[in-house]
């Protein structure tokens, strides 16, 4: 997904001279020739491989959780049979994850800080497993506003699940490893998504016979209660919040080392009065706000056209989501390769709105195999901008902490992908897909045009003059474009 062999000078500089694990290294413990702290002999690291148990089952309650985003909006047609509802009420069970991540990530960001990795992951399972047992008992006609409340207590979860990737490896890998651990911990959330496309239109086939369409329903929700339920069970006794003996140099500083206070409130009124950040701002959410509302309705669109095809329109989520990943490795790496920051984000927003214009207006033509290949290449380039989007606000807010201007662009795509789902529903519903899809082709072009403005406008950063801080901000951001990528298809 990203370059995972660079690491940040600081602490390439810290660790150049630490352990490394060799081809059959397990535990190991090393010397480095920093200092510890105190103008003794070097500090003690050391490689523990409960590391790899830690984030893959981080990875598997994200992947679970990730699965619930999208396994009623791929089947909307037939939950709003079973449950009587109306699309709109079925659209808010997903959009429910983009409203609860607005309020609550910077609450959860602050408890992360404090608390730290245990009980953030605590809370996380606690919550997901709870969203799902609530589910269950919400099988029957008359109980939908007990599967929307199960609903909101899993998008609950959710926002704790996000911040943790990137402090989960920091925590517990060595330098080298960190972007590593990162993109093993967000897979599970993008493998969620997928699973989540492809398997609830197979659990839950479109029957008339409500009795039998119950037994379905539940099913596919005992099989999310109860793998939440194990992987709760595995949290409480295996997830551990540090080793014992830190992984890195960087670590033994940070354990050592008290952290400064540092104002939420202070940075993020700093980063809403910096014009080219909010322009950036502003033109992620509508790209991004865009793709959440393409992805939550994704199943009414297909089935207007082809009708019955409620397994291939998760196939086509499915092929969305594999495209997106593979247009985030691509324009991970050509950055890396050449720097043009600005361009590539110019381009590649403006091939997003060729891509829609293409997708809207082949949609309904009738060959099923030409609306897999125009949402691949939708979810290609949509996918593409996110890493150019976090790498690009590098440039636009320094000195500011990566994390709290990361948030907010995070915030504006859920707001604006509330939105988008909201109108792009209600027009679908009025005049077709085709005008649902060139309503959001029209903010593509509002977006765009932003873009570029940005890029006619924007100086240079004073970052830039500072010799290697642009190679560390943009391993630090690399980390969180890792950690928010499943952001693309949710969000929420």
Known sequence: MVDNTRASPGRSAQDSNGPRLG?????????????????????????????????????????????????????????????????????????????????????????????????????????????????????????????????????????????????????????????????????????????????????????????????????????????????????????????????????VQARNIPRDEYSYKASILRLLRNKPFMLLMLSYGLNVGCFYAVSTLLNRMIIEHYPGEEVNAGRIGLTIVIAGMLGSLICGVWLDKTKFYKQTTLVVYLLSLIGML??????????????????????????GYLPLGFEYAVELTYPESEGTSSGLLNCSAQIFGIIFTISQGKIIDQWGTLAGNIFLSIFLLIGTIMTAKNFINSGDASFKQTPGYREMVLYQFKIIFVVNLWHIFSVN
């Open 358 to 383: 293409v997708y809207a207006f082949t949609l309904s033509l009738g060959h099923l195999w030409v609306v897999f290949v125009t949402a691949g290449v939708l979810g290609f380039f949509m996918t």
């Open 23 to 251: 081809a059959n290294a397990s535990d190991q413990t090393g010397s480095s020739s920093i200092p510890n702290g105190n103008g003794g002999s070097a500090a003690t690291t050391r490689l523990y491989n409960k590391r790899w148990a830690i984030v893959l089952l981080f990875s598997s309650y994200s992947l679970n959780n990730a699965y619930q985003w999208i396994q009623y909006g791929i089947i909307s047609n037939i939950i709003m049979k079973f449950y009587r509802v109306e699309a709109f009420a079925v659209d808010w069970l997903s959009m429910i994850f983009m409203l609860t991540y607005i309020p609550f990530i910077f609450p959860v960001t602050w408890l992360l800080e404090k608390k730290g990795l245990r009980v953030t992951a605590l809370m996380a399972n606690a919550l997901n497993c709870a969203g799902t047992w609530i589910k269950v008992a919400s099988v029957s006609p008359d109980l939908f506003g007990v599967t929307m409340l199960g609903q909101f207590v899993s998008s609950l979860s959710q926002v704790f699940i996000l911040g943790m990737p990137s402090r989960l490896a920091s925590v517990w890998f060595g330098a080298d490893e960190v972007s590593t651990a990162c993109s093993i911990g967000v897979f599970g959330n993008q493998m969620g998504i997928g699973i989540g496309f492809l398997v609830p239109p197979i659990l839950v086939p479109n029957v008339d016979d409500m009795n039998e369409l119950a037994y379905h329903i539940r099913i596919m929700f005992y099989i999310s209660a109860g793998m939440a339920t194990l992987i709760f069970i595995l949290v409480v006794t295996v997830f551990q919040e540090k080793p014992e003996i830190p992984p890195s140099q960087a670590q």
